[in-house]
């Protein structure tokens, strides 16, 4: 028994006073080489909570409270580290752990599904053309996502907007590219920009990277003060572009039948307006021998500087230009009041010879229409009527000054 007895404590007593094992040594240095490294991560972003930190209880708390702190100052991380889930060092220290907000193939294929988008996105996003619709001599993009992914989606958008108006939607809906001809410049410009999130191309980390590119790491995710600034400006940039998108989907929520309907007659005019027009026709006889003088020059091109895509300069004697592009004006309305008939003529040509002066395309092919009783016809003007420039919505163009005396 005493043998037994003297036995069993002197393995207790070796048991205690063996060294660990090699495996135990090793995983005590990296958990204390990972430790070091992530509070370098905290004194380099967040000094001022370093003694915190140090109190915090476990890597779990430690790492909530380093990630609550840098997100207040810089951009988001994970919620997986400010919830408290981490429980390794080497998570937070592997890379800059960023969360994108932008819109995948997988993401693209469930945008039929409400329940996880929003109306507004669902509808800008019927309206452009499908991403990862493979392209003629492309075999690889069709195991990665379904060609036919746009027709729940039309299906889907039907719930909120009635098919005749999808209908007027392209089948193969609108190329980015073609966006931004149109919409650029005008109120409507965030649908082009809702385009550019869809194709990775928004000038932003945050947008322009999925899930599994930014769960892989890289150079430009590693912790080092150069990475965190250019992120943290690719921050801002991302916030302001989700602002801008996001006011349209509230737009389009708030009338989907109505708003879908007059985003796509903006599109449709816009498509119209930027068509190559002919030359304008030649001026009457009566008007041939008018030779516009550098105000008038100066005028028009103030004018039109002032007016906005889509505003609209109102004369007094009976007929109304629109602003269609940067330098480019079209007449949509001519009175056929007799009071006004001959003068209006005359203005208009006289307006299209300033122009071709100041090269300023002024395009007033649609008056031969007009004048035999078109659908914008100016007949509720008076010769007393002030003129005016509209700027549309959202516009805050001014009038300028002395606007009457071209005419």
Not at 71 to 79: A, D, I, T, V
Not at 135 to 143: K, N, V
Not at 171 to 189: C, N, Q
């Amino acid at each position: 028994m005493q043998t037994t007895a003297l036995a069993t404590l002197s393995h207790k007593l070796i048991a205690r006073a063996a060294p660990p094992s090699l495996i135990d040594l090793w995983n005590r240095l990296a958990a204390s080489e990972s430790y070091a490294e992530f509070m370098g991560i905290v004194h380099e972003f967040t000094p001022e909570i370093e003694s915190d930190v140090r109190r915090a209880a476990g890597p779990g708390a430690k790492m909530a409270l380093f990630a609550t702190t840098f997100e207040q100052r810089y951009f988001p991380l994970w919620p997986h580290f400010s919830d408290g889930m981490a429980e390794e060092y080497d998570e937070l220290c592997s890379f800059i752990h960023v969360i994108v907000t932008s819109i995948g193939y997988e993401d693209y294929e469930t945008l039929c599904q409400e329940q996880y988008w929003r109306h507004g996105v669902m509808l800008a996003a019927y309206i452009l053309e499908d991403p990862y619709q493979p392209t003629e001599g492309c075999h690889s993009a069709i195991y990665l996502h379904d060609p036919g992914a746009r027709i729940p989606l039309g299906e889907a958008c039907s719930a909120f907007v009635p098919q005749e108006v999808l209908a007027r939607v392209p089948k193969d809906g609108l190329p980015v590219e073609d966006a931004h001809r149109l919409l650029d410049g005008t109120k409507f410009e965030a649908l082009a920009t809702v385009g550019d999130i869809l194709n990775f191309q928004a000038g932003d980390p945050f947008h322009d990277n999925d899930e599994e590119s930014a769960s892989q790491g890289g150079p430009e995710l590693e912790w080092d003060r150069e990475n965190v600034e250019a992120l943290t400006q690719g921050w801002l940039r991302a916030q302001l572009t989700d602002q801008k998108v996001e006011k349209l989907y509230d737009w389009l929520e708030e009338d989907p039948p109505a708003h879908f309907a007059e985003l796509l007659d903006f599109i449709e005019a816009r498509r119209e307006a930027l068509s190559s027009p002919p030359e304008p026709p030649e001026n009457p006889v009566h008007v041939a021998k008018y030779k516009p003088s550098d105000s008038d020059r100066r005028w028009l091109k103030d004018l039109v500087r002032n007016l906005r895509v889509g505003g609209t300069w109102v004369a007094p004697m009976g007929f109304t230009f629109e602003k269609v592009g940067e330098k480019h004006i079209k007449l949509v309305e001519a009175s056929l009041d007799p009071r006004l008939h001959a003068e209006a003529i005359e203005m208009i040509y006289r307006t299209a010879a300033v122009g071709k002066d100041a090269h300023i395309r002024v395009n007033i092919d649609a008056l031969d229409k007009m004048l035999k009783g078109g659908d914008r016809d100016a007949n509720a003007r008076t010769a007393a009527a002030p003129v005016a420039v509209a700027a549309g919505a959202g516009s805050g163009t001014r009038p300028v000054e002395d606007q009457a005396r071209l005419l």
